[in-house]
């Protein structure tokens, strides 16, 4: 079996003769990782000492495996001490847990791998669900790494601050640091859209998700930015189609019915060479879930890379069915992986949702966040939400957005939207 005996001595070790040491590593070492049982013990007991705020040497350790029945099983009295005798220093102790942690992870794998070469083999499994629960245990075992701190001294946070202000600065495009959105005054609001953001775009029926979303697609598209659309009501082809008319401005109702004058043909055309050649991605699977979803997103950025993702819409999500959960419960798991993937991406997540009907019967039919359909933590996790509005303004087709929610900006609930073609 893979494993280093002289390894898990060596943390052990560590640990025993270091009391400083424990509060560096404990955090991100689990039981497991320590193939040899009377290791696995020892551990498990300065994990018990330390939880009680006992210092951790020899003798507490010691003691604290016979409180908890299983200092014989360890080795006894003489099994501790053994763990310490080729230890003279703990300065390479985060060196030693990521040995560590690589044994273990090689262990791991080795399970996983035997345990799904089984299903390979059997043409009853879903092939797809096992990929993607493949994809998760193995994302699972690489966030278990002991390396992976997120605690930091205020001084590294200010380092970090700094270095992302600059960029910032040097990135910035008449006040745009982010993907331009296609609409300056939104531009104006937000700096763009912003990496590690979930997007939210909200509407009744009818009103133009699709088509704003698209927008906001081919707009990041023609500045060279990769995206990533997922349509879940629509065929590829259809999305096309509405690219084409959104590019060119043609009305759709003559399309529709194959009515195209010459002259409307040929703006279609040079439509088609301006969106034909985008770093555009566009996924139409049916009924995709949003674990699906995650592992198409993933594949994508490691292989092409991708700087915007866009969901068109969040309620045809699917989730694994779980017994007494509710549909806003469902659509809550949807909206926090979603939130998940746009920082392990490091890119914007746009999400499409629908309203509730509340809206049609509130003064005005001024969207408010209160209206939105199945909400849940949709309203928490989002860092950015855009509500369609069309105001009645003497039979005018005028479309605004409302930005309801803004984690780090302004918002324009209560006052004028901002209008947009």
Not at 195 to 216: C, S, W, Y
Not at 217 to 234: I, R, S
């Amino acid at each position: 079996m893979i494993y280093n005996e002289e390894i898990e001595e060596a943390v052990l070790g560590a640990l025993l003769i270091d009391t400083a040491v424990a509060g560096e590593v404990l955090g991100g070492l689990n039981p497991d990782m320590f193939y040899i049982e009377k290791h696995r013990l020892i551990y498990e007991a300065v994990v018990s000492a330390f939880n009680a705020n006992k210092p951790i040497d020899i003798l507490v350790v010691t003691e604290e495996l016979r409180q908890l029945g299983t200092l014989e099983r360890a080795g006894g009295p003489l099994g501790v001490v053994t763990v310490t005798r080729t230890m003279l220093s703990s300065a390479h102790i985060q060196r030693h847990c990521l040995i560590l942690y690589e044994y273990y992870v090689r262990r791991e794998l080795w399970k996983i791998l035997s345990a799904e070469i089984a299903g390979c083999e059997d043409m009853t499994v879903d092939v797809l669900e096992q990929v993607i629960r493949l994809q998760k245990e193995l994302d699972l075992l690489l966030n278990r790494s002991p390396l992976e701190s997120h605690l930091k001294r205020v001084d590294e946070v200010m380092e970090l601050t700094m270095e992302r202000i600059r960029r910032r600065v040097s990135g910035s495009r008449q006040g745009v640091t982010g993907i331009p959105t296609g609409i300056p005054k939104l531009d104006e609001i937000t700096g763009g859209w912003q990496p590690g953001n979930l997007i939210l775009t909200a509407a009744r029926p009818g009103m133009g998700k699709t088509q704003l979303d698209l927008r906001f697609a081919t707009t990041a598209a023609k500045e060279g930015y990769t995206v990533l659309f997922f349509t879940l009501e629509m065929m590829n082809v259809e999305v096309g189609e509405r690219m084409l008319l959104v590019d060119s401005g043609i009305d759709y109702r003559p399309v529709k019915r194959g009515i195209v004058s010459e002259s409307d043909m040929a703006c279609l055309d040079l439509a088609l060479k301006r969106v034909g050649g985008l770093p555009l991605y566009i996924d139409d699977t049916p009924y995709i879930s949003i674990d699906q979803l995650c592992c198409i997103a993933k594949g994508m950025k490691a292989k092409r890379g991708v700087d915007l993702v866009i969901v068109d819409y969040l309620q045809l999500l699917g989730v694994v069915a779980k017994h007494g959960r509710t549909r806003e419960q469902e659509v809550s798991e949807c909206t926090r992986k979603l939130k998940s993937l746009a920082r392990m991406l490091d890119c914007p997540v746009i999400v499409s949702s629908q309203l509730n009907r509340q809206v049609e019967s509130s003064y005005d039919h001024r969207p408010e966040l209160r209206h939105l359909r199945e909400s849940g933590a949709i309203e928490q996790d989002a860092d950015l939400v855009l509500m369609l509005w069309c105001p009645d303004n003497g039979g005018s087709p005028r479309r605004e957005l409302i930005v309801a929610k803004n984690r780090h900006g302004e918002i324009t609930q209560g006052k004028e939207g901002i209008e947009f073609g």
